[in-house]
């Protein structure tokens, strides 16, 4: 479906951000992602015209790249019901940070705001918006979640993907301590501060392996990719894998930072 057409009656039309992290490095997720719209009942669509979210650019003071990008990506989204992005960052930025970028010009920031009020993240889509109490899938494992920092405290997701998870025959959830705590990734932050990012990744996995999971899940592939590769590097057999990916049963690739599927991974 383009842009230019028309849903199915009844079915609401949603343009999906993938990010650019997905894009390049784990494009199962951005598919688990149209897999689990589609099942709440939406028809996805994924507009060439986007690029990346502007984040980097923002973070780093650069406001007229951040804005040439904002803009682009808010044409790219014209006449949609909905944007959706399964990355609580990226959602935050879109949503948040799009308005204030075009502050004191007011047709642009008429724009941005429209924009920004039909953005959601993927999980909070789901359970918010369209209402899913179950995912269709099952999963046999004892999983622990980490809650990203954009995603719990820009757009406040925390619940949501434990009661689809909770939803899930097979599924042990077993909490880490301290899951609201950034696992050190922050974008720009681990280059500018390498030391500091390590020092907060190692409590992070520290928490990870004490919580006796065997798969750690995320709804941010940089925080994911940071944790897995320090889990790795300190040889824990913890795997790593974005939340939509389980809730989608979109398994075939494997666990972030691991050559092979993992032996007894998958649905029940």
Known sequence: MSPGQSARPGRPRVGLFV???????????????VTLI???GCDVDVPTGQTCCGQPAYNSGDQATAREIALQTIRAFDGFDYVVAPSGSCAGMLRS??????KGDAVLESEARAFAAKVYELISFLVD?????SVGSRFAGRVTYHDSCSGLRELGIKDQPRR????????ELSEMAEAEICCGFGGTFAIKYP?????????????????????????????????????VRDGRPVRCRHVAEVLADELSDPPIAWPDKAVGEGSA
């Open 164 to 171: 689809l998870l909770a939803s899930m025959p097979g599924v």
């Open 129 to 133: 918006v369209r209402g899913m109490t």
């Open 97 to 102: 940070h799009y308005p204030a970028l075009f």
């Open 38 to 40: 589609e099942r709440s």
């Open 195 to 231: 030391d500091i990012s390590n020092a907060m990744v190692d409590k992070k996995c520290a928490s990870i392996a004490a919580s006796g999971a065997d798969l750690v899940l995320a709804g941010d592939l940089g925080c994911l990719m940071n944790m897995a590769g320090k889990l």
């Open 19 to 33: 990010t650019c992290l997905v894009d390049l490095i784990r494009p199962s997720v951005g598919f688990a992602a």
